[in-house]
């Protein structure tokens, strides 16, 4: 099978939402996940969230908190190839109710929406992607670590070595640490993480 990767893209751009100041006005955030993708159980999901999550808050002040039956900041979901795949243009045509659809393997990969946003922190992923948990097409860790960079509202940043690089770009997940610049751009918006701080 011919593969290019460089077609991969983690998500779109939004460009009606401005990423200036876009910005929580709390510390501690909750999460939830909502459903799951086939081929995954349930706990490795979990772990990869709880992971990604960690990647941010160990660099920043943010403290995540996962719910269950109650509402929460961010949500997780995973969603099936929207049947109706045209652009109609405007607000009237809603898919999966944000006007943002999927388009099954490949290609749009998931997309979160900013915290100015009018759905602030929703991650949706593509239930019709493969998603892995190693090298293999799509690191669900990977895009996870992404979408939630623009959940606590980093916007894309055209360096490949960034995590909020607009494509899929493959990282060991087992070794996966932040680029310096996306540290950087992070603690611009949260701060730093206080070192006397307990966990
Ligand atoms: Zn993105
Ligand atoms: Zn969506």
Not at 92 to 106: I, K, N, S, T
Not at 130 to 152: A, D, M, Q, R
Not at 156 to 178: A, D, E, G, K
């Amino acid at each position: 099978m011919l593969h290019h990767p460089c077609y991969e893209i983690t998500d779109r751009a939004d460009y009606s939402i401005s990423p200036e100041g876009s910005k929580w006005n709390k510390h501690t955030l909750t999460y939830r996940i909502i459903n799951y993708p086939k081929g995954m159980t349930p706990s490795t999901v979990n772990g990869i969230i709880h992971d990604a999550v960690s990647i941010w808050s160990n660099v920043t002040s943010s403290i995540f908190q996962k719910v269950k039956g109650q509402d929460s900041d961010i949500k997780f979901s995973f969603w099936q190839l929207d049947k109706k795949l045209t652009w109609e243009g405007g607000s009237g045509v809603q898919y999966h109710g944000d006007g943002w659809p999927f388009d099954g393997p490949g290609h749009i990969l998931a997309h979160a929406f900013l915290p100015n946003s009018e759905t602030p922190a929703i991650i949706h992923f593509d239930k019709g992607e493969p998603w892995s948990t190693s090298y293999k097409v799509f690191n669900l860790l990977l895009v996870t670590i992404h979408e939630l960079g623009h959940s606590l509202g980093l916007w894309h940043f055209m360096s490949q070595n960034s995590i909020v690089y607009p494509r899929y770009v493959y990282q060991n997940p087992r070794t996966f640490h932040l680029d310096v610049d996306d540290i950087q751009k992070i603690q611009q918006l949260w701060g730093e993480r206080c070192s006397s701080e307990m966990p």
